[in-house]
C-alpha cells in the first residue's frame, strides 16, 4: 500500500526569550490510507505540537514531512493552507468552533473560499451535520450546545472537506466513554473505506482497540508499542 | 470576491451595535460636510452671480483739477464750461487722454477689453435743458457690455452698427421725458439727428441719454470747444479677464492713468476675499472631518478584528488564506463608509434645504440649492478612501492571528 504520510528525523524545539525547550528528536514514521494510528504520550511530551506541524500550522525544527507526494517544509504560508483546505482535517483538542457562529456556519467555514456554490455548500455541510446526528441543531450556537454535540460539529468541520488524512486530538478526552466510542465511531467509515487515515493523539483516554498501531512519545523519543506492521519508530 | 462579501455581510449583521455605531459616524460626517459644502456653494454661487454682473468691469479716468468754482478741464476747453463739459459722474469732470491708452490697457493681461468713450454734457440750444451724449465704438461689445450700452439692451428700434452716420440711440428714460420713440429727432449742437433705437441699459457705471458712432459724437463735441479733439478720448470702459483678476486689472490700469482714478462697483474686493476665505475654510473644514471619520472608523474596525483574533487564527487553521480574510474586513469596512456616506449625503442634501431659509430668506428665494455631482462624487470617494484605509489597517493584526495558537488553546 502507497504511503500517504513519511515522517522523517523530526525534530521541535521551541526558543522562548532565554530558555529552549526540546520538545522531541528523530521522530520517524509512515502513514497508509486506510490505517488508524495512535501516539500516545503522557501531557507535555509533544503530541498537539507534532500534530500542529503534521498539519502545516507549525513549522518543525529539523527533518522532513512528506504528505501526498508534497514536502511540507517547502511549502508556503498560503500553499499550506489551501493544503489544509482540500486534503487534511483536524480535531482540536479544544474544539475551536467559532463562538458566534452556528453549527451550520462553523462546517461550511470550511468549505469557503474554494469557489463552492453556497447552495452546494450548505448541501454538504448538512449532509455531514445529518449523518452525525445534529440534523436539529444547524442553527445553534456552540454555547447551545452540549459538549459532547461540540465534539460532533468539530469531528463534521472536519470529515466535509474529505480529507485524506484526519488529525485527531484527544478526541474523546472530556465526554463520556460511551459518546466517546460514538465520535470515533462516526471517523471510522471514512477510514475503514480506504479513502482517509487517522492519526490520534491521546494521553490514554482513547480505546487503543480502534488502533492498527500505537506509537509513544516519551523522553522526547518515539517508540513503537503493539503494531501489526512493524514501523520504523527508533529509540535515539 | 463572494464569499467575501457574503461573509462580510454577515458579520456586519452579526455585530449590530458595532455596525450602526461606525455607519453613524459616516452618516454624521458626510451629513455635516454634504450640508455645509451645499450652503456654501449656493452662497458663493449667488454671490459670483452678483459679483459677475456688476463687479468684473470697470471705467477709468483722469479727473480735471478743481480750480475755483469752475471745472476747468486743462486742455480743450468748452465754450461754456458752465454747462457743458466732458465727465464721467455728475460732478467729476475729467480730463482728456490720448485714444490709444485704450490699446495699452488691453495689452495688461488680467484685462479682457477695454475701449474708449467719450461723454460730454450738451446745452440744448432751443430749450437749455442739459443731457449727456456718449461717443462710442459700437464694436466693442466685450467691453461695452458691462459699462455702458450693447444691443442686447435694445427695447425699441436697432442698435447702432460701426458704420451708421446721422443716427443716434437714446436711453429708455431720456426717452420718455421727451416723449422720444424711433424715428423722432434729436437736436445735438444744432444738428438734427433721427433716434434709430431706444435702449435700457439698467445699473452701469456709464450712463448717457444719447449714444453715437464715434466720429458723429466727435465732430458734435469739436463744435463746443475751443480747439478740436485729436484722437482723444475722457473715458476707457475695460472688462477684466473674469473675477480672480479684477483686482489686479484695476491696480494695472491706475498706473497708466495720470491721476488715475478707477469707477466701479467696489463690493466685488470684499466679496471676493469673503469668498476666498469660505472655500478654503470649507477645504479645511472638510479635511478635518475626513480625519476624525478616519481615526473613528479605524479605530472601531481594529477592535473589530481584535474582538475576532481567536476566530480568525481558527479560520486560517481551517485553511482561510490571510488574503481572503484580509479581503473580508476590507469589504465590510467599505459597506459601512460607502453607505454610510450615502445617507449621510441624503441627509446633508435634507439638512442644507430645510437650513437655508432659516440661515438667509435671500439666498432661499433665490432658488434652488446648488448641488452638483462633482462634490457628491468628491465626498463619496474621500469617505471610502478613510474607510478602505480604516478596513487595511489591522492587516498586521489579522497576519499576527498565527493559527499554530489553535493547537493548544484551549479556551473555548
Ligand atoms: N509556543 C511554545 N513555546 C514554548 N514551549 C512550548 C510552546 N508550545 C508548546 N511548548 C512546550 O512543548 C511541550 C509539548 O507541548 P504539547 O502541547 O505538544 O504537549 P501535549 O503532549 O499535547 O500535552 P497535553 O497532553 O497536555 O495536551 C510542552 O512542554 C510545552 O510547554
Ligand atoms: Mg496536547
Redesign the interface.
Known amino acids: 500500500m502507497n504511503v500517504l504520510l513519511k515522517v522523517e528525523g523530526l525534530e521541535k524545539t521551541f526558543s522562548t526569550r532565554n530558555s529552549v525547550t526540546e520538545v522531541f528528536k528523530n521522530v520517524s514514521f509512515e502513514i497508509s490510507p486506510g490505517e488508524v494510528v495512535v501516539i500516545k504520550g503522557r501531557s507535555g511530551e509533544g503530541k498537539?505540537?507534532m500534530?500542529?506541524i503534521l498539519?502545516g500550522?507549525?513549522r518543525q525544527t529539523a527533518g522532513s514531512v512528506v504528505f501526498a507526494g508534497e514536502r511540507l517544509e517547502s511549502m508556503t504560508?498560503?500553499e499550506l493552507?489551501?493544503?489544509?483546505?482540500?486534503k487534511?482535517g483536524?480535531i482540536?483538542?479544544?474544539?475551536?468552533?467559532?463562538?458566534?457562529?452556528t453549527a451550520l456556519?462553523n462546517v461550511e467555514?470550511?468549505l469557503?473560499?474554494r469557489g463552492i456554490s453556497?447552495v452546494q455548500r450548505r448541501q454538504k455541510a448538512q449532509a455531514v451535520l445529518h449523518e452525525l446526528g445534529l440534523g436539529e441543531r444547524l442553527d445553534n450556537y456552540?454555547t447551545e450546545l452540549s459538549v459532547g454535540q461540540?465534539q460532533r460539529v468539530a469531528v463534521a468541520?472536519t470529515l466535509v472537506n474529505d480529507p485524506l488524512l484526519i488529525l485527531a486530538?484527544e478526541p474523546t478526552g472530556d465526554v463520556d466513554a460511551e459518546t466517546a466510542r460514538e465520535v470515533v465511531e462516526l471517523l471510522l467509515p471514512r477510514v475503514r473505506n480506504g479513502s482517509a487515515a487517522l492519526l490520534v493523539a491521546t494521553h490514554g483516554a482513547f480505546d487503543l482497540n480502534y488502533a492498527d498501531r500505537v506509537l509513544t512519545l516519551a523522553n522526547r523519543c518515539l517508540v513503537a508499542e503493539n503494531g501489526r506492521s512493524q514501523d520504523k519508530g527508533v529509540p535515539a | 470576491m463572494n464569499?467575501?462579501l457574503?461573509?462580510a455581510v454577515?458579520e456586519l449583521l452579526?455585530r449590530p451595535g458595532r455596525s450602526l455605531a461606525t455607519l453613524f459616524g459616516y452618516i454624521l460626517g458626510a451629513a455635516f460636510v454634504f450640508a455645509l459644502t451645499l450652503l456654501l456653494k449656493t452662497d458663493m454661487l449667488v454671490k459670483g452671480d452678483i459679483i459677475n454682473y456688476m463687479g468684473t468691469h470697470f471705467v477709468a479716468f483722469s479727473p480735471a483739477a478743481y480750480s475755483g468754482d469752475a471745472l476747468v478741464p486743462t486742455e480743450q476747453s468748452p465754450l461754456d464750461p458752465q454747462n457743458e463739459t466732458f465727465f464721467a459722474e455728475p460732478m467729476v469732470v475729467t480730463r482728456l487722454l490720448p485714444k490709444s491708452l485704450a490699446g495699452k490697457i488691453s495689452e495688461i493681461p488680467e484685462v479682457l477689453a477695454a475701449t474708449p468713450f467719450l461723454l460730454f454734457r450738451f446745452k440744448q440750444g432751443q430749450d437749455g435743458h442739459v443731457f449727456s451724449v456718449g461717443g462710442f465704438e459700437p464694436g466693442d461689445t466685450a467691453a461695452l457690455h458691462g459699462t455702458a450700452a450693447t444691443s442686447r439692451d435694445i427695447i425699441a428700434g436697432a442698435f447702432l452698427q460701426p458704420g451708421d452716420r446721422g443716427v443716434v440711440l437714446v436711453e429708455e428714460t431720456y426717452a420718455l421725458m421727451w416723449n422720444l420713440k424711433v424715428g423722432s429727432v434729436v437736436n445735438v449742437a444744432d444738428t438734427l439727428f433721427p433716434v434709430i433705437g431706444i435702449v435700457r441699459p439698467g445699473v452701469r457705471p456709464v450712463r448717457a441719454d444719447v449714444f453715437m458712432n464715434w466720429p458723429d459724437a466727435e465732430a458734435m463735441i469739436n463744435q463746443r470747444l475751443s480747439a478740436p479733439l485729436q484722437q482723444q478720448a475722457n473715458l476707457f470702459l475695460v472688462e477684466s479677464a473674469g473675477l480672480h483678476n479684477h483686482e489686479t486689472a484695476m491696480k494695472k490700469v491706475e498706473k497708466l492713468m495720470p491721476d488715475g482714478m478707477i469707477n466701479t462697483f467696489n463690493c466685488s474686493v470684499p466679496a471676493i476675499e469673503v469668498m476666498g476665505i469660505s472655500s478654503k475654510t470649507l477645504r479645511l473644514i472638510t479635511l478635518v472631518v475626513l480625519v476624525i471619520i478616519l481615526i473613528y472608523a479605524a479605530n472601531s474596525q481594529w477592535a473589530s478584528v481584535v474582538e475576532r483574533h481567536r476566530?480568525i487564527a481558527?479560520?486560517?487553521?481551517?485553511?482561510?488564506?490571510?488574503?481572503?480574510i484580509l479581503q473580508q474586513i476590507v469589504i465590510e469596512a467599505l459597506l459601512l463608509a460607502v453607505t454610510g456616506t450615502m445617507i449621510g449625503m441624503v441627509t446633508g442634501y435634507v439638512i442644507a434645504y430645510l437650513a437655508l431659509p432659516a440661515i438667509s430668506p435671500t439666498l432661499a428665494a433665490g432658488g434652488a440649492l446648488a448641488f452638483d455631482w462633482a462634490t457628491l462624487a468628491f465626498n463619496l470617494a474621500a469617505f471610502s478612501s478613510a474607510g478602505l484605509l480604516a478596513g487595511a489597517l489591522p492587516v498586521f493584526q489579522i497576519v499576527s492571528a498565527d493559527?499554530?495558537m489553535?493547537?493548544?488553546?484551549?479556551?473555548?
Not at chain 1, 482540536?92 to 457562529?101: A, P, V
Not at chain 2, 481558527?314 to 481572503?324: H, Q, V
Open positions: 498537539s505540537t500534530l500542529g498539519s500550522l507549525d504560508v498560503s493552507a489551501e493544503l489544509r483546505a482540500q487534511i483536524m482540536f483538542q479544544s474544539f475551536n468552533l467559532i463562538g458566534s457562529w456556519e467555514a470550511v469557503m473560499h453556497p456552540p461540540q468541520r486530538d | 464569499d467575501s457574503r461573509c454577515r452579526r476566530d481558527i479560520l486560517r487553521a481551517l485553511g482561510w488564506k490571510t488574503s481572503s493559527p499554530a489553535v493547537i493548544r488553546n484551549s479556551a473555548q
